[in-house]
């Protein structure tokens, strides 16, 4: 064990950017909620500039056939049931990744965000339907229950910067819980004929999908054709084709890159290095696609063009109404506009954090709420928008005025649940220190993703023995980006007096040739309490780690040279090394640097300002739980 408390004042810092899905995700769906704002402004605009040529773009019809057979539908009904199928795929897509490598991986979180998502449909559905009760408008109730992810995640980055970083998890897993639910109702509400061949058609085709699945096939196009012939499918049964895109989703699992699989990939460019033929290049483009799960690869292509363009192009096709004083007027008195606002502004948040309260409540403990009271109020209020699938079924609910009164109430609720989720964050700010983090983190344990805890007579340690917060990073002394990270990491310390570092070995032979040996000669420092040192003048003179050089870092750092050199021949620091090795293996540890905040595994940026962020985090939570 090595421990070293000094204080760092460095301030140069560089990091390369390394984003988890996870974060890619939200961020573009931050992003994409700024395009939709736009595009809905931009059908308003057109729709009452001019009505009739809006109306009449979107009815404008658009033909695909093939031979004597085609498939004729009105450009709207192409965005609405074709397009959106991308949208529902890539909804699918981050919920199976949640569920394999996310919080949902624990599958006793899974019941909270379930119940909340369930309760938070059911409460606004009998909201509008006390509402329309006797009003002849009771079949618009699925209009008033889905959350718009890209809205409410775009808001939460807007009036909740301070939110902890679980609430947009738990936000983003009720939505994926109500768009799921969402289209089953489509499915089973909404479809006024059902011609059942079609239909045994796309559960033969859906079974044929499972069934290459389950062989392994990896043949990305089989399962685009076989998508495509599902659409087609349920298009002809009468049942909205978009649960094909939500469903193939699910069904793309989600794993971490095996460090196995980057070894064989490193050595495939090896080989094409050496001679580089047509057929090596195509073995090196297999062997990286290989190393990525297909969830990853997938969300990486359809993502950005699910949030830039088809939830942009829906808004554009079905926000466009005629809006003047009197429409509004009578909107307002019309228990469809009341119903579905009232639903969502109020319904939501009510019926999310009573679910909450009542199963954290009956579970006496075993159900985890995994934020404070506060924010799940605030995500209450922040779920209280919906837009896109509220949309899609008022489309399919209504017809005429009462459908432009279901899109008054629709946009309304936006504006109210901006404004209601300003006012609760805003008033969180207002509580006392100590009372605002407990109502902002609450008490549940974080996941732990650290295989093996730290030691403190074991692990190099730096910093305070006793810190709240403590940081390991699995490093590599050839790794470039690891000499980055260091300067990130001195800037840190220097910054928090509260935090504690904690340096494993994970050399990667296979790219760095003089990795081992220098993780070696550390473990060698080590055994003569000089641990820190050497790791210094490691990282700071990365591109000369020959043996020589490392004799002469053994002069420099005041070691006994000749018990040095004699240590160096046992290999007496290679067994610790070994054992870092394997509980990076046992972490899921594939490429360096890796860091983990109090055992989380930090999935963001590893620069100054990534890093403190996670600090800050680490530090509410362990403020409020001891």
């Known amino acids: 064990m090595s421990f070293d408390a000094t204080d760092y004042t460095g301030r140069t810092a560089c990091g ?30 057109w729709a009452n500039a001019a009505p009739a040529a809006y109306e009449s773009f979107w009815h404008t019809s658009l033909s695909v056939r093939l031979g004597s057979r085609g498939v004729s539908l009105p450009l709207r009904t192409w965005v609405n049931s074709g397009l959106m199928t991308v949208f529902f795929f890539v909804v ?35 909201i509008y339907l006390a509402f329309n009760a006797g009003q002849g408008t009771t079949r618009g109730w699925g209009a008033a229950m889905s959350t718009d992810t890209a809205f409410a995640l775009g808001m939460l980055a807007v009036v909740g910067r301070r ?38 058609v796309a559960v033969g085709v859906f079974a044929a999908v499972l069934l290459m699945r389950r062989l392994r096939l990896r043949k990305g196009f089989l399962y685009a054709i076989a998508a495509a012939v599902a659409w087609f499918a349920l298009l002809a049964s009468g049942v909205d084709p978009v649960v094909i895109g939500l469903a193939m989703g699910l069904l793309t699992y989600a794993h971490p890159a095996a460090r196995t699989d980057l070894e064989r990939a490193t050595g495939l460019f090896r080989l094409f290095r050496e001679q580089p033929t047509p ?27 699910a949030g830039y363009v088809v939830v942009p192009l829906f808004a554009l096709a079905n926000a466009g109404i005629p809006v003047h004083g009197d429409q509004l007027g009578r909107a307002f008195g019309s228990p469809v506009t009341l119903g579905i606002l009232l639903g969502y502004v109020v319904g ?110 074991r692990d190099h340690v730096r910093g305070p023995r006793d810190a709240p917060v403590t940081i390991v990073e699995y490093g590599d002394y050839e790794c470039p980006f690891c000499g980055q990270a260091e300067q990130a990491v001195r800037e840190l310390l220097g910054d928090f007096g509260d935090v504690r570092y904690v340096w494993r070995h994970f ?95 930090h999935e963001g940026a590893y620069d100054v300002a990534g890093l403190s962020e996670a600090v800050r985090v680490a530090r509410a939570r362990a403020t409020v739980t001891t």
């Not at 950017?17 to 402004?41: C, I, K, Q, W, Y």
């Not at 699938?389 to 432009?404: D, M, P």
Request: glycine share 10%; aromatic share 6%; proline share 5%.
């Open 16 to 45: 390369r950017h390394a984003h988890s899905p996870l974060r890619d995700f939200l961020r573009t769906e931050t992003g994409s909620a700024a395009v939709l704002v736009t595009a809905t402004l931009a059908a308003l605009v």
């Open 92 to 126: 699918g897509l981050e919920a199976r990744r949640e569920f394999d490598m996310g919080e949902l991986r624990d599958r006793s979180r899974l019941t909270l965000p379930l119940v909340a998502g369930l309760s938070g449909m059911l409460a606004p559905v009998a």
């Open 163 to 200: 939110m902890p970083p679980g609430l947009r998890v738990f936000i983003l897993t009720i939505t994926v819980v109500d768009d799921f639910l969402a289209l089953g109702v489509i499915a089973v509400a909404y479809t006024d004929r059902l011609a059942v061949p079609a239909l045994l």
């Open 279 to 305: 057929e090596l290049e195509r073995d090196v483009r297999v062997g990286l696609a290989s190393a990525i799960s297909p969830n990853a690869r997938l969300q990486r292509l359809f993502h950005p063009w």
């Open 348 to 457: 939501k948040p009510l019926g999310i954090v009573g679910a909450t309260v009542s199963a954290a409540v009956v579970g006496r403990g075993r159900i985890r709420v995994p934020v404070g009271w506060g924010a799940v109020l605030a995500g209450g209020t922040l779920a209280g928008v919906g837009f896109t699938v509220s949309l899609l079924i008022a489309t399919l609910a209504f017809t005429g005025t009462r459908l432009q009164d279901a899109k008054i109430g629709i946009l309304s609720a936006v504006v109210a649940s901006f404004a209601t989720s300003r006012l609760v964050t805003g008033a969180l700010r207002l509580l006392p220190g100590p009372t605002r983090l407990r109502a902002l983190y609450g008490s549940a344990e974080t996941i732990t993703d650290l295989a093996v805890p730290v030691d403190l007579h």
């Open 507 to 601: 050399p990667l032979g296979d790219v760095h040739v003089h990795a081992q040996l220098a993780a070696e000669a550390a473990g060698a420092a080590a055994l003569q309490g000089r641990f820190w040192e050497m790791h210094d003048l490691l990282l700071a003179h990365q591109g000369a780690l020959e043996l020589e050089d490392l004799r002469r870092y053994a002069g420099r750092t005041g070691l006994d040279t000749g018990r040095f050199e004699r240590d160096m021949r046992a290999g007496a620091g290679a067994p610790r090394v070994a054992e870092d090795v394997e509980s990076a293996d046992l972490s899921g540890v594939a490429g360096t640097p890796t860091f983990f905040v109090n055992g989380r595994r």
